[in-house]
């Protein structure tokens, strides 16, 4: 990001827009003049629908074109405007910002990425950074029912390509020949094969799906310094400046989102915050 | 089969990994193997819980049958789980339908010799107490995070 004017945003156009269910939907985004900054995985950008208002959005992944993606869930009426944009349509771009999945420093160990519901969009440019190495990467996909798990498409590739993906989902009807039940049933045949000290673990969904894993994960025996969660709170400024994003001593959205386990285990257990 | 191979299978088991050698030799007893083709039903609802199975390879899915729509799968068991604990909950009848999701391979233990070895021998219905109460209870966790419906919305 230009540390100039990281409030201003940049004006941008959808250079596509996918849907990926009944309310989700995955942008392409392209600046109307000038350049977009790059972004590591696991950062987020502010997206600003002109007149209603702006909300922190996970980068999904770049196109071939290097063109930044975001795939966002509508819950509200921020979200609800994005996720109806059409190609053509303009919007504002603040970031990126935050810190990333710390993917390079992974080299030599097993990478285990959990994602429940939409967390897989944050966690997809990571996975796709590590599989580039064979058999570096294992994925776990939670979603509510079997047409909702996120980029179904994406994930039967990996699979074929020999990425190990096990997917499980809340509730199904027959036909459905997967897993029904939490990701944390997925978590022993995950591990299976490896010496868990030797994983590493980026953790991306609902915070009570994230601290049951994590602590599984660590139960388990993967080091606790080990594993990184993506944290959510309500942003506004997205740069450290107003507070609303605090989270103990850390703020989200400079400190994290991306926090690792050992540094937030006990805060993860405070009501309070 | 032979019990002594029955006894092995039993103690291969991640739940009998507490079980000392004669409990294992009690229990062997009440113990035979079964199979199932994929798409056979395993238990049925409201039947009497007679047996209880082991999973040592292949998936099964517990249903519950809703009137007028196909049934919903509640969860889904793999080798390693147990299935149908009701053999121990009076009036000892299945609470759901099991139905394998592929070609099933368990052992499956005799509910009234199970029940009477544990009225017997205390240590035994001890033992199995501290195997088991940790694998329902883990699955009863699981079931209570998915009634929060997570993934539902924002999730
Ligand atoms: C780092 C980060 C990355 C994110 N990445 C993504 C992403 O990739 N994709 C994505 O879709 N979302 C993402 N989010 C979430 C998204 O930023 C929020 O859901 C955002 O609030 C949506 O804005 P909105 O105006 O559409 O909805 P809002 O009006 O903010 O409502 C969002 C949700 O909060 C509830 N809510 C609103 N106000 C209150 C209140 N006062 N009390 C209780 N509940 C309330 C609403 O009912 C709704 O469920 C991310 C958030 C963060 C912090
Ligand atoms: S959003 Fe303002 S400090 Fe984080």
């Known amino acids: 990001m230009d540390g100039a004017a990281p409030m201003l945003p940049v004006r941008c156009r959808v250079a596509s827009a996918q849907a990926e269910g009944a309310d989700v939907a995955t942008l392409t985004l392209e600046p109307v003049a000038g350049a977009l900054s790059g972004g590591a995985p696991g950062q987020f950008n502010m997206l600003y629908a002109f007149g209603i208002g702006e909300a922190a959005i996970s980068l999904s992944g770049h196109d071939e074109a290097g063109r930044p993606m975001h795939t966002i869930r509508a819950v509200g009426a ?11 349509a303009e919007l504002g771009l603040r970031g990126p910002f935050g810190t990333g999945w710390p993917v390079a420093d992974q080299a030599g160990r097993h990478l285990l990425a959990v994602a429940g519901g939409l967390g897989l969009a944050p966690l997809r440019p990571a996975i796709l950074a590590a599989a580039a190495q064979p058999g570096a990467v294992s994925v776990v996909h939670g979603a509510r029912s ?7 498409g994406e994930l039967s590739a990996w699979a074929a390509e020999g990425t190990p993906v096990y997917l499980t989902v809340d509730h199904a009807a027959p036909g459905w020949t997967g897993r029904v039940g939490t990701v944390i ?4 045949p995950a591990l299976a094969g490896h010496d868990p000290a030797a994983v590493s673990a980026f953790l991306c969904g609902p915070e009570v799906m994230m601290r049951a894993t994590a602590q599984a994960l660590s139960d388990a025996g993967v080091p606790p310094d080990r594993i990184w969660l993506s944290m959510e709170r309500n942003m506004k400024c997205g740069i450290g400046l107003c507070g609303h994003c605090q989270y103990g001593p850390d703020f989200i959205c400079r400190d994290g989102p991306v926090l690792r386990y050992d540094r937030i285990a006990a805060r993860l257990t405070l009501r309070e915050i | 089969m032979t019990l002594r191979t029955i006894r092995e299978l039993l103690a291969e088991h991640p739940l009998f990994a507490r079980f000392d050698g004669a409990t294992l030799d009690e229990l062997a007893g009440c113990a ?10 395993v238990l049925r609802e409201g039947e009497t819980a007679d047996k209880v199975f082991l999973l040592r390879a292949g998936d099964v899915a517990v249903e ?4 007028g729509q196909p049934p919903m799968i509640m969860e889904t068991l793999h080798p390693g789980d147990l299935l149908g604990v009701s053999w121990l909950v009076a009036p000892y009848r299945h609470m759901a339908d099991a139905r394998a999701l592929s070609n099933v391979r368990a052992l499956s233990l005799d509910a009234a010799c199970l029940r009477e070895k544990c009225d017997a021998i205390p240590a035994v219905g001890y033992a199995f107490f501290r195997a088991w109460a940790p694998h329902v209870a883990q699955r009863m966790r699981a079931q209570r995070m998915r009634l929060l419906d997570l993934y539902g919305s924002g999730g």
């Open chain 1, 78 to 88: 921020t979200t609800r405007a994005l996720t109806a944009m059409e190609a053509g």
């Open chain 1, 146 to 152: 079997p047409d909702t798990l996120l980029y179904a």
């Open chain 1, 185 to 188: 049933g997925c978590l022993p």
């Open chain 2, 32 to 41: 035979r193997t079964e199979q199932f083709d994929s798409g056979a039903l």
């Open chain 2, 64 to 67: 519950m049958a809703t009137p």
